[in-house]
């Protein structure tokens, strides 16, 4: 049996074995852990085994018969903002710098990374049109709310940058 390629987005490892034709389910052997799998087919050394390169979700991985000629295994992803090396620890590692990322939409997004990616969209915009920041926009708050609290003080020769 050949060897194994495999693709990745930030939510699933997808690994796809080549079998011989009129493979069944029965002929396959496809343990998944959370931290470990091995996959293959009965009888023979498994094609890929070992410890994950992270941890998965067991209870929504999957694997089937593609065409006849192609087992495939989906790993769903624990953390997924992380790309991963390799599929398991001691294969081959890929450059994750090199990974081009699917588009994805702000849903997708853990809240903290979600409020982040909002605020930088925001002040882009702003910024676009000439308009303050957020951060400039609560600079002026504060000012406005001293002047306010002072008005004893005289502001209008004041240069404010």
């Known amino acids: 049996m050949e060897t194994y390629s495999w693709t990745q987005t930030l939510a699933e490892v997808l690994v796809s074995i080549p079998i011989p034709r009129g493979t069944k389910g029965r002929d396959c052997a496809v343990s998944i852990q959370p931290s470990s799998v091995s ?14 390169y992270a941890s998965v979700k067991l209870d ?10 192609l087992l495939e295994v989906t790993l769903q992803k624990v953390d997924r903002m992380q790309w991963w090396r390799a599929v ?29 990616v909002e605020k930088m969209m925001y002040d882009q915009r702003q910024k676009a049109l000439g308009l303050p920041t957020s ?10 709310q001293f002047m306010a609290a002072h008005p004893e003080m005289d502001f209008s020769n004041a240069k404010i940058a």
Do not use: F, M, Y
């Open 88 to 116: 398991v620890k001691g294969q081959p590692e890929i450059d994750t710098q090199k990974v081009e990322p699917e588009n994805s939409q702000l849903g997708d997004l853990d809240s903290e990374t979600r409020a982040t």
């Open 135 to 144: 951060d400039e926009q609560k600079k002026e708050d504060i000012l406005k």
């Open 60 to 69: 929504d991985c999957l694997w089937s018969i593609v065409d006849g000629k």
């Open 39 to 52: 996959i293959g087919l009965k009888g023979q050394l498994p094609v890929i085994a070992g410890e994950l």
